[in-house]
C-alpha cells in the first residue's frame, strides 16, 4: 500500500480546502474586536495571504488563524489614517453610522449611504 500525500484521501483524489465564508463586503464599516480602531473593507482574502513575517510579529497569545478571510481596511483611529489587514474573527460590524474620515475613500468609494460605502464603478471587476 502507497502512503497518502497529507492533502490526497484514501481514493488518491486532492482534498479540497474548506470553504471559507466572508462576513463583510467590500464596503462595510467594521470595527477592530480588541484594538480601538475602524475602517472601511476594501479588499477581502479568503485565507490569510500576507507574509510570515508580518503573521509572526504577533503574539502567540492573540494570533489568528490563517483559515479564515482577512480583510484590508482603511482604517482610522483617534491619531491617524492608515491600511490595515484584519482577521474575520478579530472584526465586528460598526454600528456608530459614522462615515470613516481616510484620504483614499474619495478615490476608491462614491458615496456613504445606510452605514456602508458604494465602490466606484471603475474598481468593479
Known sequence: MSELLPDQTDAGVPEAPPIAHADFSIGDVVRHRMFDFR???FDVDPVFNNSDEWYEAIPAAIRPRKDQPFYHLLAENAESSYVAYVSQQNLVPDDSDEPVE????????????????NLRQSYRH
Open 102 to 117: 481616510h484620504p483614499a475613500i474619495a478615490g476608491m468609494f462614491s458615496e456613504y449611504v445606510d452605514g456602508r460605502y
Open 39 to 41: 475602517g472601511v473593507v
